[in-house]
C-alpha cells in the first residue's frame, strides 16, 4: 500500500503541472471579444485578488518533507483516496473555468466591475454556483494542497483564499445588486455562492 500510494501520488504530481496549464491558459488564450468600456468598479476587489495568489503561492512553498508522501503521515489508503479527490477537484476546476469564460464572454475582468449594456449571467455554470471561476480556483488550490502541501499549510492556504473570495464576491454582489435589483437578489436567494448544493 506504501509503494501504490507513493506512485500514485507521483502521477498525481505529473498531471497537475498541465492541470494548471491548461486551467490557466482558459483565461490566458480564450477568444477575445470586442472590448466594452466600464461603467463601474469595485477597486477594493484588488485587496481579495492578493489574498487569493497568496493563498496560491503557499500551497506551493510549503510542501511536505519527504516531498509527496502522504498529507497525514502513514496513511497511505486515505492518501490515495485524498489524491484521487484532488484529480477530481482539478477536472472539475478546468470545466467549471472554461464554462465561465465562455458565458462572460466580453464581461469577463480580473477586477469587479460593470460595463456598457452589462448582463446579469444566470445560466449554464452560473446556475449551478454564483462565482464559479472563484470556485475552480479554490478547485485547483485544494487540489495542489492535497497532492503537495503540508497539512498547516493546505489549512492557511485555504482560510485565505476563503477571505480573499469574500471580499471580491462582496464586491461584486454590490455593484450586481446595485445595477439589477430584484433579479440579481432572487438569483442569490436560489444559486449558493461558491459550493454546488450549499449555501456558501
Known sequence: MQQLSHYYTIVAFALLIPAWVVFLGVFVVRRKPAAAPDSKRAPQSFIGIALQAV??????????????????EGQYLANI?????????????IWFAHSA???LG?????????????????????????HPIYTAFFA??????????????LAVAACLFIIGTQIR?????????????????????????????LKL
Open 169 to 197: 464576491t462582496a464586491s461584486e454582489d454590490r455593484l450586481l445588486s446595485e445595477a439589477f435589483g430584484n433579479e440579481f437578489r432572487s438569483w442569490k436567494e436560489e444559486v449558493p455562492a461558491l459550493v454546488p448544493f
Open 55 to 72: 493563498a496560491v503561492g503557499v500551497v506551493w512553498t510549503f510542501y511536505r518533507v519527504p516531498f509527496l508522501s502522504p498529507i497525514v
Open 106 to 130: 466580453k464581461q469577463f475582468a480580473l477586477q469587479a466591475r460593470l460595463i456598457e449594456g452589462h448582463e446579469l449571467i444566470t445560466t449554464g455554470v452560473y446556475g449551478i454556483v454564483r
Open 101 to 103: 469564460v465562455k458565458e
Open 81 to 93: 483516496v485524498l489524491v484521487t479527490l484532488a484529480i477530481l477537484l482539478e477536472v472539475g476546476a
Open 140 to 153: 485547483m488550490t485544494l487540489a495542489t494542497g492535497l497532492i503537495v502541501s503540508h497539512w498547516i499549510a
